[in-house]
């Protein structure tokens, strides 16, 4: 099953980016709403001419690992010295006082981007932020934004920039649209009728319809991806058929914020879950012996112990050949919680979906000796030193068997 949501450059004709500075973004210090550096704009809006304002209607989005903010508003661009003949062109890019603009920061991160009908979607986020670095790799931008001028990245070069569907959620909350196919949504109606099945269930039908039935056709790397991207795009094309359905009943307010706290609840847990079996069904098909969510010290459920739990709790097994991996789609600061679930094993593994995790996180890691497992698709979105430190999914999987025949061996 081939799918993608395409290149940026089919929603974006350009990009400016910069660290927002205490005079763009601190009351304080300056009432203007003006930011500053603009001249990029030149290339992204066009050239104001003979006084000229370019005005453009435009979306400001907000986004922290806390929360996220929405607001409609304007950016004007244009020359406060048209009428100066023997003096440089100083462009200025105002905006209209917004929820969004409120909660900015002086450091900052500001994105601008011109879409295909003219608008202007304008992206501040959080400093140090998670979501920051998700944002920097979907637009192929790397740490090291400085405050000043703003750098411009033309739609050519967006052109690169093929969207992953693992996230699903950010190109939503960014107003770019997922594809319309509604390929298997009839043959999902006729299975499951208007009711999600078990996520075991849902995850091996979406191994079905992808490319790669059998984890041994191809990379572990590229078979896990492909599950999980596969599976994203038809529950989101099936939870959009039960939901329609669902608004056509119609709500009281009661059970309108009661359906909208299930499907969000819904989403959350099936998504992790989701990953979960289809490690599962990798492990399996590549024999690898383990057990799933097994009670180890303190009442602690390890996502995955190897080769098993039996092993586990018999101390005359050499602790050397246990292992065990946390999951989680997001780490956030979540990745804590593996450190404490399997005390006979010091070296621990996290499988994540997280996009470029800061250096300051993943130097933490490593100090707690928490070895990162990334699929190979998504660590160009990390630094190239951190990128020699992780581990793909090919490099767990012939870990774990390795092992496991020296385990057998003895």
């Known amino acids: 099953m081939n799918w993608s949501p395409g290149h940026l450059s089919k929603y ?6 910069k660290r927002l500075s205490a005079t763009e973004s ?12 603009v ?4 290339d992204l809006f066009g050239k104001p001419t003979d006084g000229e304002k ?19 508003g304007t950016l004007t661009f244009y020359d406060s010295r048209w009428n100066k003949p023997h003096r440089a062109a100083e462009y200025r890019l105002y905006y209209t006082d917004n929820l969004v603009t409120e909660a900015m920061y002086t450091d900052d991160c500001l994105l601008i981007a011109k879409d295909t009908n003219d608008e202007a979607l304008v992206i501040i986020a959080k400093a140090e932020s998670l979501i920051l670095s998700d944002i920097l790799w979907l637009f192929g931008l790397t740490q090291d934004i400085k405050a000043g001028r703003f750098n411009y990245v033309p ?41 999600f099945p078990d996520t075991v269930t849902f995850s ?34 099936f939870e959009e058929s039960i939901i329609a359905k669902r608004i056509e009943a119609g709500f009281t307010p009661k059970s309108f914020i009661e359906y909208a706290l ?30 799933r969510t097994p009670v180890t010290e303190n009442k602690s459920k390890p996502d995955f112990l190897f080769p ?33 679930e399997a005390d006979r094993i010091p070296n621990k593994h996290l499988l994540t979906l997280q996009g470029a995790i800061s250096v300051n996180q993943t130097s933490e890691m490593q100090h707690h000796n928490l070895q990162l497992v990334v699929p190979k698709a998504i660590h160009s979105s990390y630094t190239p030193a951190q990128q020699s430190w992780l581990m793909t999914v090919d490099d767990f999987v012939t870990n774990m068997r390795n092992t496991q025949f020296e385990f057998m061996l003895n």
């Not at 601190?26 to 550096?37: A, C, L, R, Y």
């Not at 001249?39 to 030149?42: I, T």
């Not at 490319?211 to 078979?223: F, Q, R, T």
């Not at 586990?312 to 789609?329: C, E, I, Q, W």
Request: proline share 4%; with cysteine; glycine share 6%.
């Open 204 to 237: 091996a039908f979406a191994r079905s319809k992808s490319n790669y039935p059998h984890a041994l056709d191809g990379s572990a790397d590229d078979v896990l991806y492909d599950w999980y991207n596969t599976e994203e795009h038809l529950f989101t094309i």
């Open 54 to 72: 370019i005005v453009l209607p435009a979306r400001f989005i907000y986004l922290s690992d806390e929360a996220q903010h929405n607001a409609n």
């Open 26 to 37: 601190d009351p304080t210090v300056s009432h203007g709403h003006e930011f500053q550096g």
């Open 155 to 195: 739609a050519k070069e967006l052109d690169n920039r093929e969207l992953p569907a693992t996230f699903t959620w950010l190109l939503e909350l960014l107003g770019i649209p997922l594809p319309s196919t509604t390929d298997y949504l009839a043959e999902m109606h006729e299975r499951f009728g208007l009711v």
């Open 308 to 340: 098993g739990i039996t092993y586990y709790r018999d101390s005359d097994f050499p602790a050397n050949l246990l292992h065990m991996l946390g999951v989680k789609t997001t780490c956030k600061d979540r990745w804590r919680q593996v450190l404490v």
């Open 12 to 17: 974006f004709k350009g990009v400016c980016v």
């Open 39 to 42: 001249r990029a704009f030149v």
């Open 262 to 291: 299930s499907v969000l609840n819904r989403r959350k847990s099936r998504a992790g879950q989701g990953l979960e079996n289809h490690l599962s069904q990798l492990f399996d098909d590549h024999q690898i012996r383990y057990s």
